[in-house]
C-alpha cells in the first residue's frame, strides 16, 4: 500500500467522522467505504464503519467491522470497548464482560470502558462486583455529576 493511499484514506476517514458528528450519516457511510477501499487495513476506517453500522441497527455487520478493526489493531483496547457494548446492547452479557476486561487489559486507563463494565455489573445484579469496580475508579473521575453518581452507586 503506498503512501499517497494512506493519505488518501486518512482523508476520507476524516471527512467521514465528520459527517458521522453532524448526523449525516449516508455520507459518512460512503466516505468509511471509500477510506477502505484506499486502505484495508485501517483500524480506525474499520472501528467508526462499525460505530455507524451499529448506530443504523445493523448489529452483525457491525461485529465483522470491530473483529476487522481487532485484527488491524490488536493492541488497541477500542475494538474490544466497542465489541462488548455491542454485545451488551444485545443482553449478551458473558462476551460483553469478556471483551470489556480485553478492553480494559489493552487499555487500562479507558474510564468509559469501566463504567461501561460496571453497568453491566449492575444490569446482570452483581452489585458486589459494581461497587468494586465503582470504588476503584472514583478517584479518577473529575465530572461532579458523575462523581456523585458513582458514589451513590457505591453504597
Not at 467491522?65 to 465489541?83: F, N, T, V
Amino acid at each position: 500500500m503506498g503512501f499517497l493511499a494512506k493519505q488518501k484514506a486518512k482523508k476520507l476517514l476524516e471527512e467521514g467522522i465528520e459527517h458521522h458528528k453532524k448526523g449525516d450519516l449516508r455520507n459518512a457511510e460512503m466516505k468509511y467505504i471509500e477510506a477502505l477501499s484506499y486502505d484495508p487495513n485501517s483500524t480506525e476506517a474499520h472501528l467508526n464503519y462499525g460505530d455507524l453500522l451499529r448506530k443504523t441497527q445493523r448489529p452483525k455487520a457491525a461485529e465483522i467491522e470491530y473483529r476487522k478493526s481487532m485484527i488491524m489493531g490488536p493492541d488497541r483496547g477500542e475494538p474490544h470497548a466497542a465489541l462488548g457494548a455491542l454485545y451488551h446492547s444485545q443482553s449478551r452479557y458473558e462476551e460483553a464482560e469478556a471483551e470489556y476486561n480485553t478492553a480494559i487489559q489493552l487499555t487500562p486507563g479507558d474510564l468509559n470502558v469501566k463504567l461501561n463494565l460496571a453497568q453491566l455489573y449492575m444490569d446482570t445484579v452483581r452489585y458486589t462486583d459494581m461497587k468494586k469496580l465503582y470504588q476503584s475508579i472514583l478517584p479518577y473521575v473529575n465530572d461532579p455529576r458523575l462523581k456523585k453518581l458513582i458514589e451513590d452507586r457505591s453504597r
